[in-house]
């Protein structure tokens, strides 16, 4: 009993852990996502510039407690004046150190809100 025990459990704690590193990566992903949609919401307001969507994205991460989750974290973020697009990428936080995980990288585009004169 002690020996198939001994075999099996190494094995069993590197699923677990497995399962463990996946959920981090999938909650990093949520994060980033996030707070890129935030980050969209400050640059694509009439007032509003693609450096203010870079530190609204940035506060959201440390607000929300990312950085815990989310770590080496780069915002990109541009606007035209039509368009205005935040990107954030990171690292995901790992569990088992010789399985090493893709950077995680999430982007939010939308269109820059602007009045138009005219009329149907």
């Known amino acids: 009993?002690?020996?198939?025990?001994?075999?099996?459990?190494?094995?069993?704690?590197l699923?677990?852990?497995?399962?463990?590193?996946?959920a981090l990566y999938f909650h990093a992903r949520n994060v980033?996502?996030?707070?890129?949609?935030?980050?969209?919401?400050?640059a694509?307001?009439?007032?509003?510039?693609?450096?203010?969507?870079?530190?609204r994205a940035y506060s959201?991460?440390?607000d929300a407690g990312g950085s815990s989750v989310l770590t080496a974290?780069?915002?990109?973020?541009?606007?035209t004046p039509t368009q205005?697009?935040?990107?954030?990428a990171g690292s995901a936080l790992e569990v088992i150190?010789?399985?090493p995980m893709p950077r995680v990288r999430q982007t939010a585009t939308g269109p820059v809100e602007r009045f138009t004169t005219g009329g149907p």
């Open 32 to 42: 980033a996502l996030a707070a890129a949609q935030e980050g969209l919401r400050a």
């Open 73 to 79: 974290v780069s915002v990109d973020e541009s606007r």
């Open 84 to 88: 205005a697009s935040i990107t954030v």
């Open 60 to 62: 959201f991460i440390r």
């Open 97 to 99: 150190p010789f399985l």
């Open 1 to 13: 009993m002690s020996l198939e025990l001994v075999v099996v459990f190494p094995a069993v704690l």
């Open 15 to 22: 699923v677990l852990f497995l399962g463990v590193q996946i």
């Open 44 to 55: 694509r307001a009439e007032n509003g510039s693609a450096a203010l969507g870079g530190q």
